[in-house]
């Protein structure tokens, strides 16, 4: 069992930033994914950012460029940090580990995933 926690979250004005951080028990060291999604009201659960083991790293085109997923060393601590932000960006989100690294084409397909946390608001004022 792998438990995911998520910290950081918090109001920023719009073209600030955040770093959001994941801390990853249990059998973190074994996943061999790490991936962050977020979810508006209504909307659903979208992924964000994902990376896998040996580094290679996913973003969604909304993001690129602006969000950088990075763990440390022994996989205990997840983050994503946030710039430029916008109004846009404005969702709850979720840390989210996998045992086994989907599929590139399925990065950001949910039922990949195997573990979640409890997810952290952010929230953009502009």
């Known amino acids: 069992v792998v438990r995911l926690v998520e910290s950081g979250g918090g109001s920023v004005q719009t073209g600030g930033s955040l770093t959001l951080s994941c801390a990853a028990s249990?059998?973190?060291?074994?996943?061999?994914?790490a991936a962050w999604f977020r979810q508006t009201p209504g909307g659903e659960r979208e992924a964000v950012a994902a990376l896998y083991t040996g580094g290679r790293t996913f973003y969604a085109d909304s993001v690129k460029g602006r969000f950088t997923i990075s763990q440390n060393y022994n996989k205990t601590m997840r983050s994503l940090q946030m710039t430029s932000l916008k109004p846009e960006d404005t969702a709850i989100y979720y840390c989210?580990?996998?045992?086994?690294?989907?599929?590139?084409?399925?990065?950001?397909?949910?039922?990949?995933?195997?573990?979640w946390g409890q997810g952290t608001q952010v929230t953009l004022s502009s």
């Open positions: 989210a580990a996998a045992m086994s690294a989907p599929f590139s084409q399925d990065w950001r397909r949910t039922e990949k995933y195997d573990y």
């Open positions: 249990g059998y973190a060291w074994s996943t061999n994914s």
